[in-house]
């Protein structure tokens, strides 16, 4: 089992480009999560989907932020443009919604910094 | 603000101690999870406790949650310098929005 893969694994870039985050999740499951984690706010939902459909999206932060899921094998979260308070750890999580006891299962993140 | 509060957010212990950490929250759950974190990685489950259970354990893990007073701790006992990482409690509320919602985290340091 390969786990959760997250691409690129650090982002450095200059405010107002556009950044392209990438998510694998593990196969078989049905639900992908994306989360932010900041020293300050902790650990932030962004958005989750159940079988490539955007569930809950009311943690977006804004307009600039968007998330896509075309297949069950990719999920993608794109940032345009970008602002230095975007800074953070993004975390992507699959499990398997519906089973009693499924936990989550995190990739390493990708750690960006806007500058 | 978060669901899940944990206390204390910073924990320094010799290896061979135990280790209790607290969590709270706010709203009726559907079970609570601990989750694990390494510096620089990803989190990693531990262990998962139901609303209707008041004790659990796993290895050197211990578990408990109080629905009564929105609490659980997790006991890590004869602690090791590997079990160095943050720790977060993460609650499922079970109805409406299913994607968990996380603590702050305590972060676990344990000197050789």
């Known amino acids: 089992d390969a786990g959760v893969i997250q691409s690129p694994r650090h982002e450095v870039t200059e405010m107002g480009q556009e950044v392209t985050l990438r998510c694998k999740p593990i196969?078989?499951?049905?639900?992908l999560f994306w989360y932010r984690q900041t020293m300050m706010r902790g650990l932030e939902l962004l958005i989750y989907f159940n079988n490539n459909v955007p569930i809950d999206d009311s943690g977006m932060p804004e307009d600039r932020f968007s998330a896509k899921m075309p297949n069950a094998s990719f999920s993608t979260l794109k940032i345009q443009p970008s602002e230095p308070r975007d800074s953070a750890v993004y975390f992507c999580a699959s499990t398997t919604l519906g089973v009693d006891n499924s936990p989550l299962h995190f990739g390493n993140g990708t750690r960006l910094t806007v500058t | 603000s978060q669901q899940g509060e944990e206390d204390p957010q910073a924990l320094s212990i010799q290896e061979g101690e135990n280790a209790t950490m607290n969590c709270s929250y706010k709203t009726s759950i559907n079970n609570l999870q601990w989750y694990r974190q390494n510096s620089g990685r990803g989190l990693v489950h531990l262990i998962l406790?139901?609303?209707?259970?008041r004790e659990k354990h796993s290895g050197r893990l211990r578990v408990t949650l109080d629905t009564s007073k929105k609490s659980s701790s997790l006991l890590i006992t004869a602690s090791r310098a590997a079990d160095t990482a943050s720790y977060f409690c993460a609650t499922d509320a079970g109805t409406g929005r299913r994607a968990l919602t996380f603590g702050s985290g305590t972060r676990l340091q344990v000197q050789p």
């Open positions: 406790i139901r609303s209707n259970e």
């Open positions: 196969s078989g499951h049905n639900s």
